[in-house]
């Protein structure tokens, strides 16, 4: 029992030291990385500390995580950061945004990622210009938190074990039972992924984890097929979109079509154009569909005409019941 603890414990910690090297382009400090990041306050020593991050370090960069020691110009180390497709942008929330931020931290069901949100929010404090404000109290709303897996995932990376779970993919009904070797994960347009290999496919594959269903189990069985020497998981995932997506390039109307701007930096009271992703062609038009007036698809003109058509059966079955445009004038 006390092992199983200590992993839970290390694992939480790589979390939230990944979340600590995320929040800012900028270099964070050895110094601020210990007083931020659970577990690392309770080393008794310097030097404690010093072992504790080199590990936590070293384990991440092995998962495929990009982390980059940033030097000043005296040739001094200024501090860490994760650098390439995981770096995001600094963080800036107006306060009711941040509002929202915690009333979506307070409401996660599962236990395990209840710090995590609650470090969260304490990073976003530390870069805004107060605390957050919480709505907790005004609203008696429960969320399941789809990603959830992402704790167990990297427990399992980190002792090279295999995990099962139950997927559904993109274009099936119905979930299956999947046993996976981890290989790494990504985060990516707002998704994180499970790169590894499945022993009952026989093959390299990429799990989005919010499709999976119930929890991931990691096992005692060690790692049949470990990472291939040269393995990029990065690229794998964004071969993954390559191959399996749809797109269109659709111009969103100031102020509307919020859940087709939710994966894009982009000011939500101007137009704006952008390139909507699905998984196959009839999820892309009812996407696209969803947002009716709000949303204008620019290229292609297939994807165009299909659109129009099927906002035009829609507003022959609803005659007077909503809004008469086609949402793509």
Request: hydrophobic share 40%.
């Amino acid at each position: 029992m006390g092992d199983s603890g200590t992993r839970v414990d290390r694992t939480e910690r790589l979390l939230d030291l990944l979340l600590c090297l995320m929040a800012t382009a900028r270099p964070v400090p050895r110094s601020a990385i210990r007083s931020v990041v659970p577990g690392y306050g309770d080393a008794p020593s310097e030097a404690a500390f010093e072992r504790m991050f080199e590990r936590d370090k070293d384990e991440l960069r092995s998962m495929g995580i990009p982390i980059e020691t940033v030097l000043d110009p005296g040739g001094d180390v200024e501090g860490y950061r994760v650098s390439g497709d995981y770096a995001l942008a600094e963080v800036r929330l107006t306060p009711e945004e941040l509002a929202v931020v915690s009333l979506a931290a307070s409401v996660w069901e599962e236990a395990v990622l209840a710090a995590p949100a609650r470090n969260a929010l304490r990073k976003l404090e530390a870069v805004q210009d107060g605390p957050v404000r919480s709505m907790a109290s005004d609203a008696g709303i429960r969320m399941r938190a789809q990603e959830a897996g992402l704790v167990p995932t990297l427990a399992a990376l980190r002792e090279c074990r295999m995990v099962t779970f139950d997927y559904r993919a993109g274009n099936g009904e119905s979930s299956a039972r999947r046993r996976v070797d981890p290989w790494g994960v990504v985060a990516k347009d707002g998704h994180w992924y499970l790169v590894g290999h499945d022993q009952d496919r026989q093959g390299p594959r990429v799990f989005r984890l919010s499709r999976i269903e119930g929890s991931v189990t990691v096992t005692a069985q060690s790692q049949q097929h470990p990472l291939p020497a040269g393995t990029d998981v990065s690229a794998m995932v964004g071969q993954m979109d390559a191959d399996l997506k749809a797109e269109a390039v659709v111009r969103v109307r100031a102020g509307m079509a919020a859940s087709l701007r939710a994966h894009h930096q982009v000011d939500p009271f101007a137009d704006a154009d952008i390139t909507v992703t699905a998984p196959t062609r009839a999820q892309l038009v009812a996407r696209i569909c969803a947002a009716a007036d709000g949303a204008v698809v620019l290229d292609p003109a297939d994807v165009r005409i299909e659109v129009s058509e099927a906002l035009a059966a829609i507003r022959e079955q609803h005659q007077g019941q909503g809004p008469s445009g086609t949402g793509q004038a």
